[in-house]
T-cell receptor, first 116, second 113 residues
Framework: GAGVSQSPSNKVTEKGKDVELRCDPISGHTALYWYRQSLGQGLEFLIYFQGNSAPDKSGLPSDRFSAERTGGSVSTLTIQRTQQEDSAVYLC??????????????FGPGTRLTVL | AQSVTQPDIHITVSEGASLELRCNYSYGATPYLFWYVQSPGQGLQLLLKYFSGDTLVQGIKGFEAEFKRSQSSFNLRKPSVHWSDAAEYFCAVGKTSYDKVIFGPGTSLSVIP
């Protein structure tokens, strides 16, 4: 596709349920990033992938959060036993070879997660 | 640790007036610096970036930013604001040795007729 896509665009779930959020990066982009944006807040870094490996998981808020990337392409962010404080917009971005080379990130439209 | 501050949470300017959004970073070496804009209901879009070379960089939509190493700043400017510029603006800093970008808290811009 032409840009980064994310699905679903909106997700409403009950507290305690597990959710999976999907990100399809731009074809050929080796770097993929996940961020969380809470209401009125900036972007909170969660995790980034270079290929299929995740050199930096430091931003994951708790062990309920995990992410994987397969085939150097699609990534899934999983939140287990969701809590109300997990409600936020989850943004995915991809970059050609990584921001260390000054490459920009291209952002998807986000998934708005609401935990009731 | 890297950090980015945007001292102004919210700014209101009149249409046609000039604009300056402030950004300060802390980092030991020359960073990569970015400005992104998030319009209501839209995704984040890159306005401009500083990678190396000329410290005054031009971006899209008539924006420019100046990297000042001595002040650890990368302020965004526009000489004449349009109503369509109302949005959230984020400054971000990256490292030359690592593929991670830290975003500032953002500045919300309102434009009044």
């Amino acid at each position: 596709g032409a840009g980064v896509s994310q699905s679903p665009s909106n997700k409403v779930t009950e507290k305690g349920k597990d959710v999976e959020l999907r990100c399809d990066p731009i074809s050929g982009h080796t770097a993929l990033y996940w961020y969380r944006q809470s209401l009125g807040q900036g972007l909170e870094f969660l995790i980034y992938f270079q290929g299929n490996s995740a050199p930096d998981k430091s931003g994951l808020p708790s062990d309920r959060f995990s992410a994987e990337r397969t085939g150097g392409s699609v990534s899934t962010l999983t939140i287990q036993r969701t809590q109300q404080e997990d409600s936020a917009v989850y943004l995915c971005a991809s970059s050609t070879t990584g921001t260390r080379f000054g490459n920009e990130q291209f952002f998807g439209p986000g998934t708005r997660l609401t935990v009731l | 640790a890297q950090s980015v501050t945007q001292p102004d949470i919210h700014i209101t300017v009149s249409e046609g007036a000039s604009l300056e959004l402030r950004c300060n970073y802390s980092y030991g070496a020359t960073p990569y610096l970015f400005w992104y804009v998030q319009s209501p209901g839209q995704g984040l879009q890159l306005l401009l970036k500083y990678f190396s070379g000329d410290t005054l960089v031009q971006g899209i939509k008539g924006f420019e930013a100046e990297f000042k190493r001595s002040q650890s700043s990368f302020n965004l400017r526009k000489p004449s604001v349009h109503w369509s510029d109302a949005a959230e603006y984020f400054c971000a800093v990256g490292k030359t040795s690592y593929d991670k970008v830290i975003f500032g808290p953002g500045t919300s811009l309102s434009v009044i007729p």
